[in-house]
């Protein structure tokens, strides 16, 4: 990673180039929408795990395939773009469906969506351990499991369902498969933190740029603003500020993973609005914002681009990005499908841009 800083008299420039990162936790949609949102994801990331939540979701390898094509068909080739394919689990998952996972070779992960935690989950896993024979197969093909890590029961108090999924999900899924890969998605506490650093090489994290840049104020500051929502919601100021310890620490097992989740304009401002942030166009700058506000802009290309290729056991990639502090202003909106899409930190000024 190469950090470049000229001054002249009255102008200091300022870039870092690194390794092509990528994006360990994506939401792109299907058919017509992909071609709204493939190509920002492309342009920075090298590859992306496509998350399976279709309606109805990719529950076959063969039904993964067939989205990775359209995936392809969305993305201008030349920027050499590789959707990473996901398997999305059900009570009923075949434990052979992860052989032919595994043999398809586009096919790197499987999901796990607690029932009802989160957009398009109905179909997820009521509970885990009807799933044993299918992660006993994850286990033994060096598959990860990939969890939205969010207990559903509606008695539960939405800012606890993360730490109560460790304690009645994670805790015992681990002791029964003691090297399954498991990447706890999108974490939004220190308990998460916490308990990543604690397990072995196993486990890992992703860290999205919302719950780096956000506490759960953003949500209510003046008003609602539903362009704030996500799942897992935005929490308080001492998780965020956790949160942005594990990212810079320089930890392998924290790694990017947006959950940029689009969702049109119209459907996020209305009386039950969706659950995601699209942050997709800006998704590296909104990164190099969070590492260059706490000095540690040398620790993310080993969080953008290393450490989740090492945990996924895939190549590092050899392409670089370069990116220049420079002020510009994120649009209000971009089209999306016959309406718009309102990206995260919309209207407002970022201080870093892909050149
Ligand atoms: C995601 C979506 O819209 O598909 N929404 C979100 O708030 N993150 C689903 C998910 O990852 O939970
Ligand atoms: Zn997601």
Redesign the pocket.
């Known amino acids: 990673m190469i950090i470049i800083t000229q001054q002249c008299k009255t102008l200091k420039i300022m870039q870092i180039t690194l390794t092509r990162p990528d994006d360990w936790?994506l939401?792109v949609r299907d058919n017509d929408a992909l071609k709204y949102t493939v190509p920002f994801t492309a342009r920075q990331f090298a590859r992306a795990i496509i998350?399976p939540?279709l309606t109805p979701p990719n529950i076959t390898s063969q039904q993964a395939l067939a989205y990775r094509e359209r995936i392809l068909l969305a993305c201008p080739p030349e920027l050499n773009f590789q959707p990473l394919m996901t398997l999305y689990l059900t009570d009923n998952t075949p434990a052979d469906e992860i052989r032919k996972a595994k043999q398809s070779g586009h096919i790197v992960a499987v999901k796990l969506?607690p029932a009802g935690?989160?957009?398009?989950?109905d179909a997820g896993v009521t509970d885990i351990t009807k799933c044993y024979e299918t992660l006993k197969a994850l286990q033994k093909y060096d598959m990860p499991l990939l969890v939205?890590g969010e207990v559903t029961d509606p008695d539960v108090d939405i800012f606890d369902r993360e730490k109560q999924f460790i304690e009645k999900v994670l805790i015992p899924t681990r002791k029964a498969f003691p090297e399954l890969k498991i990447v706890f998605?999108?974490i939004t506490t220190k308990d998460a933190v916490d308990y990543v650093l604690a397990e072995d090489k196993f486990t890992a994290a992703t860290i999205?740029p919302q719950h780096l840049l956000y506490n759960r104020n953003a949500i209510f500051k003046g008003g609602i603003r539903p362009h704030y929502?996500?799942?897992?919601v935005l929490k308080r100021e001492e998780h965020r500020v956790a949160l942005n310890n594990a990212a810079i620490s320089g930890n392998p097992k924290f790694f990017l993973g947006t959950?940029s989740?689009?969702?049109a304009q119209n459907k996020k401002e209305a009386a039950c609005g969706?659950?995601?942030?699209f942050s997709a166009p800006l998704a590296i700058e909104l990164y190099a914002r969070v590492f260059d506000a706490n000095n540690a802009l040398d620790k993310l290309e080993g969080f953008a681009s290393f450490y989740g290729a090492d945990f996924y056991a895939l190549n590092r990639n050899t392409q670089t990005i370069t990116l220049q502090k420079k002020n510009w202003t994120v649009p209000d909106h971009y089209p999306f499908l016959d309406g718009t899409i309102v990206p995260l930190h919309a209207g407002e000024t970022e201080s870093w841009q892909l050149i």
């Open positions: 936790h939401h998350m939540n969506y935690a989160t957009t398009n989950s939205h998605e999108h999205t929502y996500c799942l897992p959950d989740a689009p969702h969706c659950a995601g942030i």
